[in-house]
């Protein structure tokens, strides 16, 4: 059963620290995409990648984060310095573009808590 | 900004069928309804999707109106693990690589 993985599933850590979320899409997806979500704000989209390439990345504070696809296997999303307003759950998604049902599908979620 | 309308909450007897409105009054031709849901503390999860026609899987029917200005999710018989926050999204055809924009969706609860 192919699914998305990500980790840290939680993350706690100081106002200032530099924090790195990794997710490895499903095998032969050629899309990712990093969503946050807050009890506030919902579940909103950071930033999203096709072949590797970055399509939007206009959801994200671009001062403090920044998402790369290092490989086709490996998507990472980082802050830095992290504050305590980043505090949130971040979602991976991967999908095939083109594929008959053209559906994402979604991870686990990395729980962050920035004191 | 989403381009559903969905009521916050809605209730359901175990057991019985949870139909589930959405509002998409200014769809346009080549959008597909997509619905998704959450259950507490997972990632979102796909559920089914349509153009115009009616449609059914393992998980649930999706009947859309012939304007297609609104559709209904159907879960026939429904479980406390049914229990989420059920999203209607719609999204053109031929863009699966674009994201999803999510709405605030509709928090189902069924009980026992």
């Known amino acids: 059963d192919a699914r998305v993985t990500q980790t840290p599933r939680h993350k706690v850590t100081e106002m200032g620290q530099e924090v790195t979320m990794r997710c490895q899409p499903i095998l032969g997806h050629n899309t990712v995409f990093w969503y946050r979500q807050t009890m506030m704000q919902g579940l909103e989209l950071l930033a999203y990648?096709?072949?590797?390439?970055?399509?939007?990345d206009s959801g994200m504070p671009k001062d403090r984060f920044s998402a790369e696809m290092p490989d086709a296997t490996l998507a990472t999303l980082k802050i830095q310095p992290s504050e305590p307003r980043d505090s949130a759950v971040y979602f991976c998604?991967?999908?095939?573009?083109?594929?008959?049902?053209?559906?994402?599908?979604f991870g686990p979620g990395t729980r962050l808590l920035v004191l | 900004d989403a381009k559903t309308t969905q009521p916050p909450s809605m209730d359901c007897a175990e057991g019985r069928a949870a139909n589930l409105p959405c509002n998409h009054s200014?769809?346009?031709?080549?959008?597909?309804v997509y619905w998704y849901r959450q259950i507490h503390s997972q990632g979102p999860q796909y559920i089914i999707h349509g153009l115009k026609n009616n449609e059914t899987n393992e998980m649930a029917s999706l009947i859309i109106t012939e304007d297609r200005k609104s559709s209904t999710l159907i879960l026939p018989h429904a479980t406390l693990r049914d229990t989420a926050v059920y999203y209607c999204i719609v999204r053109a055809s031929g863009q699966a690589g674009t994201a999803l924009i999510f709405g605030k969706g509709t928090t189902l609860s069924v009980s026992s």
């Open positions: 998604a991967s999908g095939l573009d083109g594929g008959a049902l053209e559906t994402q599908y």
């Open positions: 990648f096709r072949n590797r390439a970055p399509l939007d």
């Open positions: 200014t769809i346009s031709g080549n959008e597909y």
